[in-house]
């Protein structure tokens, strides 16, 4: 096979696979049903109406006013890579992060020239290390931070009610968990703390805690706050009941996982028994499977065969994935 047919079998293989990321994927991954939900969410919204005259009235539209606000700026911020980088809790800045990428793709498909001599094929490798790779490292330690947080958070808003009760002020109680609770709540609840030194209200300030994390119980938490501070009422009673709601999300999440872990395991097998059945094979008889990588008609067959096996993986991943 000459090199004009390999480099035609490979753009095929990348031509499948991005038609399957641009129709397929966002199906599997639950993007269409999402925009479809909020679609319907903002047309079954309540209208206002004018009458005034009754305080619970004017209350209620208080705070339907403040959902809406709150809801419309979590929808009108795109996540940007400076905002993936700050989740992720690292301090690197945009330039550093693209430099990073470069030069780890620059090594790694150096490193594959000087293995297989092969000049596509390192090209390949180059692209996948410094465009793939370093983004899947950073939502995975942006997932990662974003777990740690719904797992301490809860505690720190039992620490905000009890201090309530006591007749602390809630920024004297978000003070003690800057001071006290792990990380990372401790250090999103230090930079809230640091942005009301600077003249923000502890409701904008519990706002800058949802753009750094993004998850619905901190989403939670602001809009407790700032329905509190522009409509009144018990804070300690609305953050018990917040409370009571996130353990038992919590308590939900980790049924969910529970139960999932066995197709979790099961997908696990299958996705790594290609590789593990070709190791044994070349660890036996190495001449046999060494035409896969050493022939260009074994390279197309690689490389088709890995981007199949990748949209099964993801397949799976939705299929074994569930959001509580």
């Known amino acids: 096979m000459d090199e004009a047919t390999l480099i035609i079998a490979a753009l095929a293989t990348l031509a499948v696979g991005g038609l399957f990321y641009v129709f397929v994927y966002p199906h599997l991954s639950g993007d269409i049903k999402a925009e479809k939900r909020q679609a319907a969410l903002q047309k079954s919204a309540p209208r206002r109406s004018g009458d005034r005259s009754n305080d619970p ?16 700026k979590g929808k009108s911020k795109k996540l940007t890579l400076e905002a993936r980088i700050a989740q992720a809790g690292l301090s690197w800045s945009k330039q550093k992060f693209y430099i990073g990428s470069a030069i780890g793709g620059v090594l790694v498909g150096g490193l594959f020239f ?5 000049l596509f094929m390192s090209a390949g490798a180059a692209a996948a290390a410094g465009l793939g790779l370093p983004r899947w490292v950073l939502n995975f330690m942006r997932k990662r931070r974003l777990k740690k947080f719904l797992n301490v958070f809860p505690d720190a808003v039992d620490v905000i009610i009890r201090g309530v009760k006591a007749g602390l002020p ?8 800057a001071q006290e609770a792990a990380e990372p709540v401790r250090t999103e609840f230090k930079l809230a703390i640091e942005a009301t030194a600077l003249g923000l209200s502890l409701g904008e300030a519990s706002e800058r805690i949802v753009e750094r994390v993004p998850v619905p119980e901190a989403s939670f938490f602001s809009i407790v706050i700032n329905i509190q501070q522009k409509a009144g009422g018990n804070l300690s009673e609305a953050l018990a009941n917040l409370s009571r ?5 919590k308590k939900l999440k980790q049924k969910v996982q529970a139960v999932s872990s066995e197709a979790k395991a099961s997908a696990a097998i299958i996705g790594s028994l290609p ?5 044994l094979v070349w660890l036996i ?14 390279r197309v067959v690689i490389g088709v065969s890995l981007t199949w096996m990748l949209a099964g993986c993801l397949v799976m991943r939705k299929m074994i994935n569930f959001d509580v």
């Open 114 to 118: 000087l293995i297989s001599d092969d």
């Open 170 to 177: 809630l920024g004297d109680c978000m003070r003690v968990i």
């Open 57 to 72: 009235l004017q209350r209620r539209k208080q705070i339907a006013e403040s959902l809406k606000e709150l809801d419309a």
């Open 285 to 298: 008889n190495p001449h046999y499977i060494e035409l896969l990588w050493l022939t260009s008609g074994g």
């Open 245 to 249: 709601v996130l353990r038992d999300r």
């Open 275 to 279: 590789f593990i059945v070709g190791t």
